[in-house]
């Protein structure tokens, strides 16, 4: 974890601003976003199954994955096979 300025001493400070500090707490954040809505993700599927909602689930994964497709087919440069 290089993140850390002084770890040998034990005190594991971040690093401060004008060392990639913020650019640091915004990554993090951004990943403790990323994690909050895959938890969220699992528990609205977890709620549906417990609703027997098997259909909705489904519909939204497949738009789900159609968007990752649309995604990827703009960063390959537009060849979709659809």
Known sequence: ???YKGELEGGLTPKAPGENGD??????LGKLRRVESGLR???LRQ???DEGNESRRRRRERKAFWMADRRRAKCTGGENES
């Open 23 to 28: 650019e640091w707490m915004t990554r993090r």
């Open 41 to 43: 993700r699992n528990w």
């Open 1 to 3: 974890m290089g993140n």
């Open 47 to 49: 709620q549906e199954e």
